[in-house]
């Protein structure tokens, strides 16, 4: 019987390999490895081969192969995840499948306000595709020059303009997905509106490959913004800079565009370890807020409602100082601040890392909260509470005492984990804002979800696929 097995298997393998032929088979050490692991270096994996499909149809006769030889697959887009989703387990037994060649942009509809992509399309070109057409694609993330649709979609990612356009979710009309048994489901329509049954699109957005393959979507464009102000203030604390979102929000119509939390110690990092990065304003402040307002009305005054703004902030005591840039270089400097405090923390040891979510009313309470619990549990321990207020999405990282063994200290992820989450949990939060389950917080999710939720999304799971071939071992 195991000889027959082995025997299968191989015809199955040989199958696929002269299904997507040479160019879309991988299987020496040097060409997988990058495949292998996730890029912060927390997941290692084997694979027997990645496989590059160079279309929807080679996609669906690969995954039809494998559901006939009960071959794994681990889905992946551009390798760029926070959760280990995308990387295979350590037996090496299930293939990698990456959409990386599906690279077409298929169409532009500036009159439908649509464009549809290939899963393989990194975000920067279909921002890029869309600019052209002088319309927005919003989804921006740090790794919007790597990432690609289909791993976004599959996430649900999030990014800095949640607070305006959603997540990509929201993004979305229409879906190409193949599904476990190999079949392609065409459900390619740019439609606003269209009740015939159940929405299944967003069955597949979200479920980090587990349910089926994305080879394609049809996502939402908007009027491209001709005019932008980006300011970044020093604020009384993180509750005032939830008061000033609010009171931006109706002073601009909702012209919000991004709402970035900045801590004065990722400041401080930031300018110790990444070049080109600048301290804003004349005196340190603990806490900063960088807002962004857009708008697709050149003439739009919003550089005026911007100043009103933080003038009435600085009246009311939410504001502390603040600086507005004054051409687009500037604003780039500003956003800098925002991203170079991620890298960063890389230089100052271990760092626990928690990507949360609660209602955007009580972040200043998750963050007073959550820094004190662990403060009193490892004196010296170093906070980093940073991130997207306005949609309540706090990235919490804590960074090691200064001269603590580094893995000594990482080795007590779970407790800080079990510290941070708890607080979340009584808050109605999340334990995953953006980042997904994957590897990483499988085992977790049945702590922080009903029973309930758990058995609903076995019973999607088992339906679908029904032989776990779909990234098997991921979030369920």
């Known amino acids: 019987m195991a000889t027959r097995i082995a025997s299968g298997r191989t015809q199955a393998l040989d199958a696929i390999r002269d299904i997507v032929h040479p160019k879309g088979w991988i299987d020496d050490a040097d060409g997988m490895a990058p495949y292998l692991k996730e890029w912060r ?6 694979a027997t081969a990645v496989v590059r499909p160079g279309s929807t149809e080679e996609v669906a006769r690969v995954v039809g192969v494998c559901a006939d030889a009960g071959i794994g697959i681990v889905p992946q887009s551009g390798n760029t995840g926070l959760v280990g989703g995308a990387v295979p387990y350590e037996h090496g037994r299930d293939i990698i499948l990456t959409t990386e060649r599906l690279d077409r942009i298929r169409s532009v509809d500036p009159l439908n306000y649509t464009i549809t ?7 920067q070109n279909v921002q890029a595709a869309a600019a052209e057409a002088d319309r927005l694609f919003p989804l921006s993330l740090g790794s919007e020059g790597s990432c690609r649709i289909g791993g976004n979609l599959s996430t649900n990612a999030g990014g800095t303009g949640v607070l305006r356009y959603g997540n990509a979710r929201d993004l979305l009309l229409g879906l190409e997905v193949v599904l476990p048994d190999g079949r392609v489901w065409n459900g390619l329509r740019g439609l606003r509106k269209d009740n015939t049954g159940y929405d299944l699109k967003h069955l597949f957005v979200g479920a980090e490959g587990t349910l089926g393959i994305v080879t394609a979507a049809v996502l939402k464009l908007f009027p491209r913004p001709k005019r932008i102000e980006t300011a970044l203030a020093a604020i009384r604390d993180p509750a005032a800079g939830t008061e000033l979102l609010a009171r931006a929000r109706m002073a601009t119509g909702d012209a919000v565009t991004a709402c970035e939390l900045i801590p004065r110690i990722g400041l401080d990092f930031a300018l110790r370890h990444v070049a080109g990065t600048i301290d804003p304003l004349e005196a340190p402040h603990d806490w900063y807020l960088l807002l962004e307002f857009s708008s697709p009305v050149a003439e739009d005054p919003l550089r005026e409602r911007l100043e009103s703004v933080l003038a009435q902030g600085m009246e009311a005591g939410l504001v502390r100082d603040a600086t507005i ?4 270089t500037q604003g780039r400097q500003l956003w800098f601040i925002r991203e170079a405090i991620v890298e960063g923390q890389r230089f100052e040891g271990g760092s626990i890392k928690h990507d949360i979510s609660v209602p955007v009313a009580r972040t200043a309470e ?16 170093r906070p980093v509470a940073f991130g997207h207020l306005g949609d309540g999405n706090i990235h919490l990282n804590l960074s090691q005492p200064v001269g603590a063994d580094g893995d000594a200290y990482l080795a007590r992820w779970e407790e800080f984990n079990e510290i941070v989450h708890g607080i979340v949990t009584e808050m109605d939060g999340s334990i995953s ?7 990483l917080k499988r085992e977790k999710l049945p702590h922080y979800r009903s029973a309930i939720e758990l058995e609903l999304m076995r019973r999607v799971k088992k339906a679908l696929d029904p032989a776990d071939i779909m990234n098997p071992g991921k979030v369920v």
Do not use: T
């Open 325 to 328: 840039a004054a051409s687009s």
């Open 366 to 381: 998750f963050v007073e909260r959550a820094c004190e619990a662990v403060e009193k549990r490892l004196p010296g321990i």
């Open 433 to 439: 804002a953006e980042h997904g389950i994957g590897r």
């Open 41 to 46: 270096g927390n997941f290692h994996g084997q």
């Open 117 to 123: 992509v290939e899963a393989g399309v990194i975000l």
